[in-house]
């Protein structure tokens, strides 16, 4: 009897002990809760942090944050309205704004991932396949550069540049923003922001590109060696024609002073020899026999040629008997 009295007074502790532990519930700052009674919410979402009470057994509290999530979309192959297949990559920040409806509807994160991915994917196509792959690049403010830098690209890329951006990357993703939040109460979500965090070229397309910069580059190579093989040839012609100039000039000058020199060297040998135009005449004649020499020949002489007739006049009756 008496163990049957402990027993059931055990009982009636763990019963009294289940029940106040099913009872209370305590929240975390960040933290949201709606009371469940049989798989149905009941009163109001539960928003501060605390212990907070509830029916044993019978309730369960679920909880879901308050802070701001992150979604983070898939890449998606969209092409713009100019027909250029892009990937585009989006992100976004949202939060449970009714909890009670947000149960309800979507009854987890995962849940509202999902929902969300289809929303704001559908939002964000419908937005890049209307708008030029310009105006997903660029903002609205962006001005066109001016000057040299304008003119250093090519005369494909400056139109591109000089295109007017109407909406501009800012205005698209507010657009994507407002057109996403229109669905987003009926879930119990808000959404915060959508952010375009990367948008790239397909790979056949980015091949296509690259081929095209790459010719373009080689295009720009060209043209540089050109204009620097013809200022190289201009500078070659402008160093040739000064070279022809310096040495004409200095021919010139050379010439002018062997002629001043020459004139000189004769009236010098003119005066010399108008001293004593007789030893000229002497020297001359010696100098053609000397010139006219041949280690092979003789020479015969007279005794009335030329050669004699000065030896006789400078050595006398003496000199000519000696030489004969």
């Known amino acids: 009897m008496k163990n049957a009295m402990n027993i059931g007074f055990g009982v009636i502790v763990l019963a009294i002990l289940i029940a106040v532990s099913g009872t209370f519930y305590t929240l975390e700052e960040g933290e949201q809760a709606v009371i469940v009674q049989f798989g149905r919410p009941v009163g109001d979402t539960v928003t501060e942090a605390g212990l907070h009470v509830k029916l044993p057994l019978i309730q369960e509290a679920r909880r879901f944050e308050k802070r701001l999530l992150i979604w983070d979309g898939d890449p998606n192959q969209i092409p713009t309205k100019g027909r250029e297949f892009i990937w585009v990559d989006t992100t976004a920040r949202w939060r449970i704004a009714d909890a009670k409806k947000f149960l309800e ?117 060209a043209q540089f060696r050109s204009e620097g093989e013809g200022r190289s040839a201009e500078i070659l012609g402008t160093m040739e024609k000064e070279l022809r100039q310096i040495r004409s000039t200095a021919y010139r000058s050379v010439q002018e002073i062997r002629g001043k020199a020459d004139a000189e060297a004769t009236r010098v040998y003119g005066a010399a020899y108008n001293a004593d135009p007789e030893f000229y005449a002497f020297s001359r004649t010696l100098e053609a026999y000397k010139e006219g020499q041949n280690k092979n020949s003789v020479v015969i002489l007279t005794t009335d040629s030329d050669y004699y007739r000065y030896l006789k006049r400078s050595g006398g009756p003496a000199a000519v008997r000696s030489t004969r």
């Open 105 to 221: 509807s979507v009854a987890s994160e995962a849940g509202a991932r999902s929902r969300l991915n289809d929303i704001i994917d559908s939002v964000v196509r419908d937005q890049v396949s209307g708008s030029e792959l310009v105006e997903l690049v660029r903002s609205a403010s962006w001005v066109v550069p001016k000057g040299e830098i304008l003119e250093e690209v090519p005369a494909e890329v400056r139109e591109e540049l000089k295109k007017q951006v109407v909406r501009g990357r800012e205005e698209i993703t507010r657009t994507i923003l407002a057109e996403a939040r229109k669905v987003m109460p009926q879930y119990g979500i808000e959404l915060v922001d959508v952010r375009i965090k990367r948008l790239d070229y397909v790979q056949s397309v980015r091949e296509k590109v690259y081929a095209r910069m790459i010719s373009e580059r080689k295009r720009i190579a």
